[in-house]
């Protein structure tokens, strides 16, 4: 299979047709990726596509496709096929500063990359939370905990695509019927069309939201990228060998004092957790409404011992003494 051409994309606001058929490549080796991904370079500004499916994603599940959408054609790369090595070979891109991943919602697929792997996930443009909700703000929408937009609603918002993606229901559907859908090999014609669609519109709808940021908010974005990647990330509190947080533009330099967010991990005690959850998630609702932060607790997935709170230095000092409070814990 040919590579392609390096991407001129240092114009991020060169319209793509979203509408144009993907040309799907099924990637087993790393000879079959373009070498401007595999080997990254500050000379050009390399915007991707990314996500990736499994079976319960995270740091105990599979990964079995990284998907990867390109100006010219969507790759599947195929990580029970290719294995680690074909991972591996990715990991200079994946962890490269010179390339924009874009993806809706980060978390669960770094944490995956990270426990998995070892591979450090850095400079993304995650969709979902962090910058929907900096557009939404920057709108001036009244900002509200848990305000997360679904991948399929994001595609039918008239401002970024305004169209329907029916058959991701369908998918849902299936994965709760057959959680290890995504281990069948070969790949049906329908795994790729699903996965191929979960990364087709990003960089159409990373463009649009792109126009909508400015300078503070586009640095904004980079630091909540960062934090999201690291949330689940956490190992006995030391986020080790991690890429530096990106600091702000000169010009906005004075405005940063409160708007430096930050990340924090607390430890829940055994037994404690259901004190912060409270009855159908009533105490830990509570806490979110008061803190204009994100909290997150690890469900099913894990990890089930902690509490990850991101947002400005205030109110991740307030989330965490509340926190503390649920379950008789006393701050340093």
């Known amino acids: 299979m040919a590579s392609p051409a390096s991407p001129d994309n240092s114009d991020l606001l060169t319209e793509i047709d979203h509408q144009a058929p993907a040309l799907i490549h099924v990637v087993t080796k790393a000879s079959q990726l373009p070498p401007f991904f595999l080997e990254p370079s500050c000379e050009q500004n390399l915007v991707v596509g990314f996500d990736c499916e499994g079976v319960a994603l995270a740091r105990h599940g599979q990964l079995c496709i990284m998907q990867l959408a390109f100006n010219d054609g969507i790759y599947l790369v195929d990580a029970l096929e290719g294995g680690g090595d074909l991972i591996q070979a990715c990991r200079p891109a994946l962890e490269s500063a010179y390339v924009t991943k874009v993806i809706h919602d980060c978390k669960r697929d770094s944490e995956a990359l990270f426990y998995q792997y070892g591979i450090r996930l850095n400079n993304v443009f995650d969709t979902q939370k962090i910058s929907y909700s900096l557009i939404e703000e920057q709108e001036g929408k009244t900002w509200k905990p848990d305000d997360h937009i679904s991948f399929v609603d994001l595609l039918a918002d008239e401002r970024y695509c305004g169209i329907s993606y029916n058959e991701k229901e369908e ?18 014609e329908r795994m790729k069309r699903v996965a191929a669609d979960d990364v087709k519109f990003l960089l159409h709808i990373h463009q649009k939201m792109v126009r909508k940021l400015g300078p503070l908010s586009r640095w904004q974005l980079k630091l909540r990228g960062s934090l999201y990647c690291r949330c689940f990330c956490v190992d006995a509190g030391v986020y080790q060998d991690w890429p530096d947080l990106p600091g702000p533009p000169d ?27 409270g009855k159908k998630g009533a105490s830990i609702l509570r806490i979110k409404e008061s803190c204009k932060a994100d909290i997150f607790t690890g469900g099913a997935k894990g990890p089930p011992d902690k509490v990850f709170v991101i947002g400005i230095m205030k109110e991740v000092r307030k989330a965490e003494a509340m926190l503390r409070g649920r379950i008789g814990v006393r701050s340093m």
């Open 171 to 188: 998918v849902r559907g299936l994965l709760k019927k057959n959680p290890e859908f995504w281990k069948q090999r070969p790949l049906t």
């Open 251 to 277: 010009e906005i330099e004075a405005e940063l004092s409160e708007l430096q967010e930050i990340l924090s991990a607390v430890d829940v005690p055994p037994g404690k957790m259901g004190y912060i959850i």
